[in-house]
């Protein structure tokens, strides 16, 4: 009877829990997380062994399982990141063909990342939180953070960009923004999952300083800032053990440096042992059923897992389960509502990237355009699904095509022509070969067709299928002969616009010498051809920053120059802490468009730029003051970036460090005021040595610039 009365108790708390109404309050989501700790000690108590090691392994693909008699349920997953992935079976990577699992295709991470507007990310998240929410998941397995190392990285275009403070703030709004809608946020792939040649053996080195500095801090931001309530190990090794069974990745530093209460859970199939894994703090086996079975029984009843390192990883599984049932649940269905439109319309918009506009051909004047010409497979493929891993069964996608049409209508006659095709042949991994050769007919007809026309816009870059999870790029060339298309169109019209749609960095050396108007889009959501068509029409003023940098050769790029890639069995970071333009700004070399960079169909000059003090503590916030004045014809957002400098001559350090931004709107011929803030504390550096941040006193200078090279004013402060 007592037993009876106790497992009332506790569902009658479960359920109350499901019910309870919690405004989403972003700030203490990290305490959310435990407060529901005595409860859930009250339930170990009472579950078996066989109960508690029957949670720690996934059931099927996309859910690990509850405890009927406590009236725990199952908990279900889902990709993650860029939208909710359609419903496979129980255990097979098979679509169960449901007509009702369609959702919204939010713009992939590098493209979120162009945005550089965490509010943005904010309502990203919450977006793609309410989508979860209304399909009964409870665990969303994204944002992807990895570091963007090597512009080849097949996965490139779902991670964010090459600097790790640009990803740390886009990960905490996301992050908040998933989980004020009452789902987990699984923030991956935890750490230095960084390429997919090999990623299931690879084993990462790196020295600890850019393992703090450059691979961890957005992770620890998702952890500590965001309150991510789970975090994903990744498929590498790192320093010689797996991800999944990394005791110093896991519970050295996640669960113990950062204070990590939720749970850790292996990427798909990327679990290799038992109580190795079990001790070194994995808590969830995903993906397969082999090691957090009936091995971990034994080990327990045997007692080489102790009961008490079980009994924390079901804790921490019950944590995750509570903290998303007591939000307040998303009334009604709310998948690609029309807010929901609007706010993947808002993003696209702010993505897109004006890389060159030497002739002012943009916005295009399509008053004067009696025939437009489209050309390039680009302006009619979608990319919310392909290649191999997550994708969205979108509920609609608006190519570029439908959205120049939807906006020109009648007022300009469109024609299309294809240019080239995207061929494949079969490779050994599980992704395909892109052909590179042009087809000599869709070039001979796309370029007559650019010739009748009164202006062109021309579409290429890589689609869903050359950028994939499992496969690195072979090179930076755009595939198909699409090189030898943009040089037969733009002689045959000079009057055109090339807009590169592409994930990852691609080899613009044809396209910049080739056309006057560069435009970049990543792979931009359901409305990703309506926003376009508004940037390119001059609705909507560009202000994509690049998150990237994009280099004249590949060699250039750091792991590239240095031969550091893909290696073999073994990767040595050995660019250490000069990742993206951190190696390009060092070492002088000119990238082709750099970190950070991205025009506007206005102007805008920066002014006054003013530090609140002129010599800091370690515990000063330093506040760096300017005015901005937008001194074009339209009104329009600039994002102002801050990069700092050391001056002293003691530690190798890199050129300069993003270490602030802020995107503000500014009305034509208008002038605003900008702060920025940022603790004296962030200019510390990792000294291995001691094994922790040091500032070091001295001069710092603070740069303040509109790209990581268009600095437009600096200033100079000491620390003491
Ligand atoms: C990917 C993860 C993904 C998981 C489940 C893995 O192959 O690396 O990012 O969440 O599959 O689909």
């Given at each position: 009877m007592k037993t009876y009365l106790f497992i009332r108790s506790i569902l009658l708390f479960a359920l109350c829990l499901t019910t309870a109404h919690c405004a989403s309050s972003n700030g203490k989501q990290a305490d959310e997380i435990t407060a529901n700790d005595q409860r859930i000690d009250s339930i170990i108590s009472v579950m078996t062994m066989e109960e508690k090691v029957a949670m720690l392994c996934g059931n099927g693909l996309f859910t690990s399982p509850g405890i009927e008699r406590l009236g725990i349920g199952e908990i279900h997953y889902t990709d993650g990141p860029f939208g909710i992935r359609e419903e496979l079976g129980k255990k097979s990577w098979g679509s169960i063909g449901l007509t009702t699992d369609s959702a919204t295709f939010l713009p992939t991470g590098s493209a979120l990342a162009a945005c550089w507007n965490p509010e943005l990310a904010f309502q990203y998240g919450v977006t793609i939180g309410a989508e979860a929410r209304t399909r009964g998941?409870?665990?969303?397995?994204?944002?992807?953070?990895?570091?963007?190392?090597?512009?080849?990285?097949?996965r490139t275009f779902e991670y964010m960009s090459e600097d790790p403070y640009l990803n740390s703030r886009l990960a905490v709004a996301y992050i908040k923004g998933v989980q004020s809608n009452g789902i987990a946020s699984c923030v991956k792939?935890?750490?230095?999952?960084?390429?997919?040649?090999?990623r299931g053996q690879m084993d990462v080195l790196m020295d600890e300083r850019t393992l703090q500095e450059i691979y961890l801090p957005a992770f620890k931001a998702a952890v500590t800032e965001g309150g991510a309530y789970a975090v994903m190990a990744a498929y590498n090794k790192f320093r010689g053990e797996y991800c999944a069974e990394n005791d110093y990745l896991l519970n050295k530093i996640l669960k113990q440096d950062w204070n990590f209460k939720g749970m850790v859970m292996s990427d798909w199939g990327g679990t290799h042992s038992t109580v190795r894994s079990a001790l070194a703090g994995l808590d969830v086996e995903m993906g397969?059923?082999?090691?957090?079975t009936k091995g971990l029984l034994d080990s327990a009843k045997n007692g080489f897992v102790p009961e008490s390192v079980i009994n924390d990883k079901v804790k921490r599984i019950l944590r995750v389960y509570f903290a998303t049932r007591q939000k307040s649940t998303v009334p009604g269905q709310q998948v690609s509502t029309p807010a929901h439109m609007k706010t993947v319309y808002d993003i696209a918009c702010q993505t897109v990237v004006l890389l060159k506009n030497s002739k002012n051909i943009l916005p295009l004047r399509i008053q004067k355009v009696k025939t437009l010409a489209v050309i390039g497979d680009n302006a009619i493929q979608k990319h919310a699904a392909g290649g191999f891993g997550a994708g969205v069964k979108a509920r609609y996608e608006i190519t570029p095509l439908e959205g120049l049409k939807n906006r020109i209508g009648n007022s300009a006659k469109i024609e299309f022509a294809q240019g080239y095709k995207p061929k494949y042949s079969r490779g050994e991994g599980p992704g395909q070969i892109p052909d590179t050769k042009p087809d000599k007919a869709l070039i001979a007809e796309a370029a007559s067709l650019a010739k009748q026309a009164d202006a062109v816009i021309l579409f290429v870059g890589n689609n869903r299928e050359v950028e994939t999870e499992a496969t690195d790029r072979p090179d930076l060339i755009m595939p198909f002969g699409q090189d030898e298309l943009i040089r037969a169109v733009t002689a045959a019209n000079p009057n055109t616009v090339i807009v590169v749609v592409a994930g990852a960095p691609v080899d613009l050396q044809t396209a910049d010498s080739s056309a006057s108007a560069l435009l970049w889009s990543g792979f931009n959501g359901s409305e990703g051809g309506n926003a376009l068509a508004d940037v390119i029409l001059g609705k909507v003023n560009p202000s994509g920053k690049l998150p990237f940098t994009i280099p004249v050769s590949l060699k250039d790029s750091p792991a590239h120059a240095l031969d550091a890639f893909p290696g073999k069995g073994e990767e040595n970071y050995t660019e250490s802490i000069l990742v993206g333009y951190r190696w390009f700004d060092t070492k002088n070399i000119q990238p082709r468009y750099c970190f950070g960079y991205g025009l506007s169909y206005t102007q805008f000059d920066f002014a006054d730029v003013q530090t609140d003090k002129k010599t800091y503590t370690n515990q000063d916030m330093i506040k760096v003051s300017l005015q901005v004045k937008n001194k074009g014809k339209s009104d329009g957002h600039e994002t102002v970036q801050l990069y700092v400098s050391?001056?002293?001559?003691?530690v190798n350090k890199a050129k300069q460090e993003l270490k602030a931004f802020k995107k503000i709107s500014v009305p034509a011929g208008k002038s605003t005021g900008v702060t920025l803030e940022l603790a004296a504390s962030d200019l510390s550096w990792y000294d291995e040595k001691q094994m922790k941040w040091v500032l070091s006193p001295g001069r710092y200078r603070l740069s303040v610039g509109s790209s990581s090279r268009d600095i437009k004013g600096s200033i100079e402060i000491d620390i003491e």
């Amino acid at each position: 009877m007592k037993t009876y009365l106790f497992i009332r108790s506790i569902l009658l708390f479960a359920l109350c829990l499901t019910t309870a109404h919690c405004a989403s309050s972003n700030g203490k989501q990290a305490d959310e997380i435990t407060a529901n700790d005595q409860r859930i000690d009250s339930i170990i108590s009472v579950m078996t062994m066989e109960e508690k090691v029957a949670m720690l392994c996934g059931n099927g693909l996309f859910t690990s399982p509850g405890i009927e008699r406590l009236g725990i349920g199952e908990i279900h997953y889902t990709d993650g990141p860029f939208g909710i992935r359609e419903e496979l079976g129980k255990k097979s990577w098979g679509s169960i063909g449901l007509t009702t699992d369609s959702a919204t295709f939010l713009p992939t991470g590098s493209a979120l990342a162009a945005c550089w507007n965490p509010e943005l990310a904010f309502q990203y998240g919450v977006t793609i939180g309410a989508e979860a929410r209304t399909r009964g998941k409870d665990i969303l397995l994204g944002p992807a953070i990895n570091i963007t190392r090597t512009p080849l990285n097949g996965r490139t275009f779902e991670y964010m960009s090459e600097d790790p403070y640009l990803n740390s703030r886009l990960a905490v709004a996301y992050i908040k923004g998933v989980q004020s809608n009452g789902i987990a946020s699984c923030v991956k792939h935890y750490a230095a999952n960084n390429q997919e040649t090999q990623r299931g053996q690879m084993d990462v080195l790196m020295d600890e300083r850019t393992l703090q500095e450059i691979y961890l801090p957005a992770f620890k931001a998702a952890v500590t800032e965001g309150g991510a309530y789970a975090v994903m190990a990744a498929y590498n090794k790192f320093r010689g053990e797996y991800c999944a069974e990394n005791d110093y990745l896991l519970n050295k530093i996640l669960k113990q440096d950062w204070n990590f209460k939720g749970m850790v859970m292996s990427d798909w199939g990327g679990t290799h042992s038992t109580v190795r894994s079990a001790l070194a703090g994995l808590d969830v086996e995903m993906g397969s059923e082999e090691f957090f079975t009936k091995g971990l029984l034994d080990s327990a009843k045997n007692g080489f897992v102790p009961e008490s390192v079980i009994n924390d990883k079901v804790k921490r599984i019950l944590r995750v389960y509570f903290a998303t049932r007591q939000k307040s649940t998303v009334p009604g269905q709310q998948v690609s509502t029309p807010a929901h439109m609007k706010t993947v319309y808002d993003i696209a918009c702010q993505t897109v990237v004006l890389l060159k506009n030497s002739k002012n051909i943009l916005p295009l004047r399509i008053q004067k355009v009696k025939t437009l010409a489209v050309i390039g497979d680009n302006a009619i493929q979608k990319h919310a699904a392909g290649g191999f891993g997550a994708g969205v069964k979108a509920r609609y996608e608006i190519t570029p095509l439908e959205g120049l049409k939807n906006r020109i209508g009648n007022s300009a006659k469109i024609e299309f022509a294809q240019g080239y095709k995207p061929k494949y042949s079969r490779g050994e991994g599980p992704g395909q070969i892109p052909d590179t050769k042009p087809d000599k007919a869709l070039i001979a007809e796309a370029a007559s067709l650019a010739k009748q026309a009164d202006a062109v816009i021309l579409f290429v870059g890589n689609n869903r299928e050359v950028e994939t999870e499992a496969t690195d790029r072979p090179d930076l060339i755009m595939p198909f002969g699409q090189d030898e298309l943009i040089r037969a169109v733009t002689a045959a019209n000079p009057n055109t616009v090339i807009v590169v749609v592409a994930g990852a960095p691609v080899d613009l050396q044809t396209a910049d010498s080739s056309a006057s108007a560069l435009l970049w889009s990543g792979f931009n959501g359901s409305e990703g051809g309506n926003a376009l068509a508004d940037v390119i029409l001059g609705k909507v003023n560009p202000s994509g920053k690049l998150p990237f940098t994009i280099p004249v050769s590949l060699k250039d790029s750091p792991a590239h120059a240095l031969d550091a890639f893909p290696g073999k069995g073994e990767e040595n970071y050995t660019e250490s802490i000069l990742v993206g333009y951190r190696w390009f700004d060092t070492k002088n070399i000119q990238p082709r468009y750099c970190f950070g960079y991205g025009l506007s169909y206005t102007q805008f000059d920066f002014a006054d730029v003013q530090t609140d003090k002129k010599t800091y503590t370690n515990q000063d916030m330093i506040k760096v003051s300017l005015q901005v004045k937008n001194k074009g014809k339209s009104d329009g957002h600039e994002t102002v970036q801050l990069y700092v400098s050391d001056l002293g001559q003691g530690v190798n350090k890199a050129k300069q460090e993003l270490k602030a931004f802020k995107k503000i709107s500014v009305p034509a011929g208008k002038s605003t005021g900008v702060t920025l803030e940022l603790a004296a504390s962030d200019l510390s550096w990792y000294d291995e040595k001691q094994m922790k941040w040091v500032l070091s006193p001295g001069r710092y200078r603070l740069s303040v610039g509109s790209s990581s090279r268009d600095i437009k004013g600096s200033i100079e402060i000491d620390i003491e």
